[in-house]
């Protein structure tokens, strides 16, 4: 996550930006977008029942209590495993990852109300660190004026600072590119800021 005097370059790079295009700039960085509970307690629960299914049709002699002793110290000891970051973040499938990080990405422009600009141009920079995801998610006033290759290749710039723990170059990046746009389709023609400039931090 990004310290306090990295959060503030990125404030003033959008107040920058702002001074050249209508288009209002919010930028969001959550640590996770999901507890991701389910799923590795899920296979903790079938690896211990496939761990007791063997034990009962082994030769060993063993009592249904011993079973049911080691498949629950199985069961936790693969709950906790499966819920430390590095092993939860493969057992979980990676479109899970990226289906729950863009809902809360849709969720934040909802809730940061970047739909709400008088001219509809408002942009959501979205990161969400443990999933490496990023997404930018445009407003009708802008997205439709942009080629999808375009706003793709923003992402995917991003996306790899994202991946090599550069977060901050990369929002400053976005931002630039987004503001050169901006500056060509909706130039700006009043200083009003109607969202916030400052850097949402979530988690």
């Not at 936790?76 to 990226?98: C, D, E, G, I």
């Not at 990080?101 to 109300?113: E, H, P, S, T, V």
């Not at 969400?128 to 706003?151: F, K, L, N």
Request: with cysteine; charged share 20%.
């Amino acid at each position: 996550m990004l310290d306090p005097q990295a959060q503030e370059r990125v404030r003033q790079a959008i107040r920058d930006a702002e001074t050249h295009t209508q288009v209002e700039f919010v930028t969001v960085i959550t640590r996770q977008s999901d507890g991701y509970y389910f799923i590795p307690t899920l296979w903790a629960a079938l690896i211990a029942l496939l761990l007791s299914l063997t034990l009962l049709i082994s030769p060993y002699w063993l009592e249904v209590f011993d079973v049911v002793v080691a498949q629950l110290a199985v069961f936790s000891a693969l709950t906790a495993l499966f819920r430390w970051s590095p092993v939860m973040y493969r057992v979980v499938p990676r479109k899970v990852l990226q289906h729950r990080a863009r809902n809360m990405a849709c969720r934040q422009f909802l809730d940061q109300g970047v739909h709400r600009t008088k001219d509809g141009t408002g942009v959501l920079f979205f990161v969400s660190e443990a999933e490496h995801y990023v997404e930018i998610i445009a407003d009708s006033g802008i997205d439709q004026q942009v080629p999808q290759a375009t706003w793709q290749q923003i992402v995917d710039d991003f996306t790899a600072h994202v991946k090599r723990g550069d977060i901050e170059a990369g929002f400053l990046q976005a931002v630039q590119a987004v503001a050169k746009l901006g500056a060509e389709i909706a130039p700006a023609t009043r200083q009003e800021n109607e969202l916030s400039d400052h850097l949402v931090v979530i988690g």
